[in-house]
C-alpha cells in the first residue's frame, strides 16, 4: 500500500469520524429539542396554572369584599335595631316613670289629710295591666304608733279595701283610721 492508500484510508476515518460526529450531534440536537419541547409545555402549563390561580385570587377577594359588605350592613341593621329598642324602652321608662309619679301622688294626695309619709314599691298586676301599691303610713300627727297598712289596686274601685286588721268597714277618700 502506497502513500495514496494511507490518504485515502485517513480521509475515509476522517469522514467517518465526522460522519460520527454529526450523527451524534443531532442527536444532541434532537435530544436539546424535546428537552425544549418538554420545556415549553411546562411553561405553557405554569402560566396555565397561573391565570387560574390569579382568577381564584380574584374571585374569593370579591367574596371576601361581598362578606364584609354583607356583614357591615347587618351590624349597621342590627345597630338600627338595638338603638331603636333601646329608645322604645327609655319611652317606656319615662311613661312608667310618669305613671308612677302620677299613682304616688294620688296616694299622697289621699294620704294628705292624715299627714301619712309615703313609700311606694310598684309591682306590675295582670293581664289588664293594674298595678298594685303598697304602702306603709306611719300615724306620728296624733301621737299613736300604728302602721296601716293597704293595698289599693288602682284603676278598680275608687275606694281602697279596709285593711285586714282593722275591724272592719271601709274607708273612704281623705279618711285615715288608726290602730294603736
Known sequence: MGKPDLQLSR???????????????????????AQLDFQEQRLWDLQRELRESRQEH???????????EDARQQ???????AHERVQQQEEELSRLKFQHSSVSQQLWDRLYPCGGRLTVTLTPGGSNQLCSVHYLWAA???????????ILQLFKPPRPPSPP??????LGAGECRMIA
Open 165 to 170: 286588721f282593722s275591724g272592719g268597714g271601709e
Open 140 to 150: 306620728e300627727e296624733v301621737g299613736v304608733s300604728g302602721y296601716l297598712h293597704a
Open 75 to 81: 351590624d349597621e341593621t342590627l345597630q338600627a335595631q
Open 58 to 68: 380574584q374571585r374569593q377577594h370579591s367574596r371576601n369584599q361581598q362578606l364584609r
Open 11 to 33: 480521509r475515509d476515518a476522517n469522514i467517518q469520524r465526522l460522519q460520527q460526529d454529526l450523527l451524534l450531534s443531532h442527536q444532541a440536537h434532537d435530544a436539546q429539542s
